[in-house]
């Protein structure tokens, strides 16, 4: 498979080439040349199968060409061993027509771990393969980032810089990352927030001295191959749910608009989804969007889901460009005035199509609490803040007679203190991370400034690859 950027001036790459680039050189993000469409005898044949079985056919065709069918099967199987659930994302009802699919029984408790564990695998093989070493350089804003650490701690080919919101995670969300003490990776809290976090991570891939001196690659979701690999637990819900004779819809939390990509990707490939609806904290510019074609960024506001509060969704570009009918000058156009003014100008059709393709819904840190009570006590579910707001929407937008299916997106014990607030339990972690407020924990605090962080990035690799 060959992939493009979404803004038309960046060289088109293979899947193991766009692995490791991440970012696309004119600033884009890259998507398939064309969609991989199965048959309604193709879905059913994957019917069954094992959770890794299912992830490698499904994410076979965009690795076609670059990793040999064999080897993605065999690091898909390495990659969900170490899950803590037999079925890997567990489907549970929890009303009416409603389900949960649980995606947190990874190592670091969040959906992240789904895409995490297979990517770390692949950056390995395909460093391996071509006898090069990168700088994996990532924007958090709390789950993103202990996946990744987990994911590539003590991997000799790989140096990890991960930069958190200084003060804007949840504790337990901030030692996860900051506890992993192997010499190739590097945390660093901005003073600032998610999004400048994020910009800082784009900045520096923009910048083309530094990014080719650092070897720099990405494994937020701006990197297809973390949509990709999010592609296949959609998949295995629906076809537990009667697909592809019946259709199933998705209720996805979202922040960055990756994962709620990645089941838009999978309707691409014929996968019969009805709906798909967003659910957003305060931070709702995808509600705004959806609901008033009014995509203005506003300040980012600390929320009771602090991994989603983000204000620039990076994946929204993805799917502008589609429905742009591929357009890649005017997707740049958009998204250039979208950075300077703070304000994304959309043509009407387009905006008419996104919120026909959509729905969102946004709670506030009351409504969330609320939602997190009624869930406990209706369900008997503890789910937490960020599942609990993609329940909600799925409530609010469930038809009769089509299955329901919100992505519950980490484990309750990430976010003890809102759990507490919520419900007056506080989650348990796992035994494995019992003693996680006790390990000595190693951070730089840094300005979200350019240089300083530029600095703090080449410290850490000349200190390991030197
Ligand atoms: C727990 C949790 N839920 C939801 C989201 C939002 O997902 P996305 O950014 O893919 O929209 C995130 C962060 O990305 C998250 O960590
Ligand atoms: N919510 C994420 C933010 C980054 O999202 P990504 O999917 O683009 O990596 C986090 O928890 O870090």
Known sequence: MRYVSTRGQAPVRDFSSVLLAGLAEDGGLYLPETWPVLTAGDWRALRGLPYPELAARIIAPYAEGSIPFDVLRHL????????????????????????????????????????????????????????EHVTIVGATSGD????????????????????????????????????????????????????????????????????????????????????????????????????????????????NFGNVLAAWAARRMGLPIRALCVGSNRNDILTRFLHDNDMSVHGVVPSLSPSMDIQVSSNFERLLFELLNRDAAACARIMT???????????????????????????????????IQHLNDASLYLADPHSAIGIA??????????????????????????????TGIRPALPKRLGDLFDRPERYDVVSARLEAVEDKVRAAVLKNFA
């Open 337 to 371: 005035g979208f950075r300077q003014t703070g304000r994304m100008e959309v043509p009407d059709a387009v905006w008419r199509q996104a919120a026909g393709l959509f729905h969102g819904l946004a709670l506030d840190d009351a409504a969330t609490k609320t939602e």
């Open 76 to 131: 898909c199987r390495e990659a969900y061993a170490s899950f803590d659930h037999a079925a890997i994302v567990p489907l549970t009802q929890v009303e009416d027509g409603l389900f949960v699919q649980e995606l947190f029984h990874g190592p670091t408790l969040a959906f992240k771990d789904m895409a995490m564990q297979l990517l770390g695998r692949l950056f390995d093989h395909v460093l391996e393969q071509r006898d």
């Open 393 to 422: 929407a799925g409530r609010m937008f469930r038809e009769p007679g089509i299955p329901m299916v919100a992505m519950a997106t980490a484990h309750p014990a990430k976010f003890p203190d809102a759990m507490e607030q919520a």
């Open 144 to 255: 993103t980032g202990s996946a990744a650490i987990e994911a590539c701690r003590g991997r000799a080919r790989l140096k990890i810089v991960i930069l958190h919101p200084e003060g804007r995670t949840s504790d337990v969300q901030r030692r996860q990352m900051t506890t992993v003490l192997e010499p190739n990776v590097t945390n660093l809290a901005v003073q600032g927030t998610f999004d400048d976090c994020q910009d800082l991570v784009k900045a520096m891939f923009a910048d083309a001295p530094f990014r080719q001196d650092m070897r720099l690659s990405a494994v937020n979701s701006i990197n297809w191959a973390r949509i990709a690999a999010q592609i296949p637990y959609y998949v295995y819900a629906a076809l537990a749910l009667g697909a592809p004779d019946h259709e199933v819809s998705f209720a996805v939390p979202t922040g």
